[in-house]
């Protein structure tokens, strides 16, 4: 078993900076990759960012390269993301997950992904 467990969320201005975490324990601990997804009100849940365990390789969505930053401890076990220059369109739930089992799903879709933790909210006003 695993567990993901977020944490960092907030309410913040549009410009401020935010940086969420998540921690992996059990079989999450050890897996190959992990991602951030979020979902706002009313809309589908959508890729935000991942990473490789071997190799750190990145991957963003279009809508926060630039501007996120997404990196992983793995001594700690522990995912993060930066994330600047908050934005309102930013306001959502952020979802962490992780792949621990074998996929041919892509990185960037839910589906990859085999653990999910409860998710953090993050509120950008205006």
């Known amino acids: 078993q695993g567990q993901l467990v977020e944490s960092g969320g907030g309410l913040v201005q549009a410009g401020d900076s935010l940086r969420l975490s998540c921690a992996a324990s059990?079989?999450?601990?050890?897996?190959?990759?992990m991602g951030w997804f979020r979902q706002a009100p009313g809309k589908e849940r959508e890729f935000v960012a991942a990473i490789y365990r071997i190799g750190g390789n990145t991957y963003y969505s279009d809508s926060v390269k630039g501007r996120f930053t997404i990196s992983r401890d793995n001594i700690k076990n522990t995912l993060y993301l930066q994330m600047n220059s908050l934005k309102p369109e930013d306001t959502a739930v952020y979802y962490c997950?992780?792949?621990?089992?074998?996929?041919?799903?892509?990185?960037?879709?839910?589906?990859?992904?085999?653990?999910w933790g409860q998710g953090t909210q993050v509120t950008v006003s205006s």
């Open positions: 059990g079989r999450t601990g050890s897996s190959a990759a």
């Open positions: 997950a992780a792949r621990v089992g074998i996929t041919r799903a892509t990185i960037t879709s839910g589906g990859y992904y085999d653990y």
